[in-house]
């Protein structure tokens, strides 16, 4: 329960009119209890933020590396295309391209989905 959830459920007595120092102590004592219940929040935001950003980095680097075999496998795929002297070759090509990029794809999203799942571990940083 936060500091905040605390104060709000204790009941308080009222202080003594005639002792203003020991009233000024209780607010000092309950400002200075939110503002570390602030500066923890802070940090936490911080953590979450840097957390997403390296995620984000990480979802780049997937999506390059994704697209630069997806390249590489259509090169590949024209030069044995180019090559191939029957209809049925070509069609074996066109099948072995397609499970290919659908291997390369079902990676893809499998290191994605690794990343997302860790990224929402490391953005539910715990006070």
Same mark, same amino acid.
């Given at each position: 329960?936060?500091?905040i959830?605390?104060?709000?459920?204790?009941?308080?007595?009222?202080l003594?009119?005639l002792?203003?120092?020991?009233?000024?102590?209780g607010?000092e004592?309950?400002?200075?209890?939110?503002?570390?219940?602030?500066?923890?929040?802070?940090?936490?935001?911080?953590?979450?933020?840097t957390?997403?950003?390296?995620?984000?980095?990480?979802?780049?680097?997937?999506?390059?590396a994704?697209?630069?075999?997806?390249?590489?496998?259509g090169?590949e795929?024209?030069? #044995?295309? %180019?090559? &191939?002297?029957?209809p $049925?070759?070509m069609? =074996?090509?066109?099948?072995?391209?397609?499970?290919?990029q659908?291997?390369a794809?079902?990676?893809?999203?499998?290191?994605?989905? #690794?990343l %997302?799942? &860790?990224?929402?571990? $490391?953005?539910a940083? =715990?006070?």
């Amino acid at each position: 329960m936060s500091v905040i959830e605390n104060l709000a459920q204790q009941e308080f007595e009222p202080l003594p009119a005639l002792q203003p120092q020991v009233q000024l102590d209780g607010m000092e004592t309950i400002f200075n209890s939110l503002t570390r219940e602030a500066k923890n929040d802070v940090q936490v935001l911080g953590d979450q933020l840097t957390a997403t950003n390296v995620c984000a980095k990480h979802l780049r680097r997937e999506w390059r590396a994704f697209i630069d075999r997806g390249v590489m496998n259509g090169f590949e795929y024209l030069q #044995r295309l %180019a090559r &191939a002297q029957t209809p $049925a070759d070509m069609v =074996e090509l066109q099948r072995n391209f397609a499970q290919i990029q659908i291997g390369a794809m079902r990676d893809y999203w499998d290191q994605c989905g #690794r990343l %997302a799942a &860790a990224g929402a571990v $490391a953005c539910a940083c =715990e006070k």
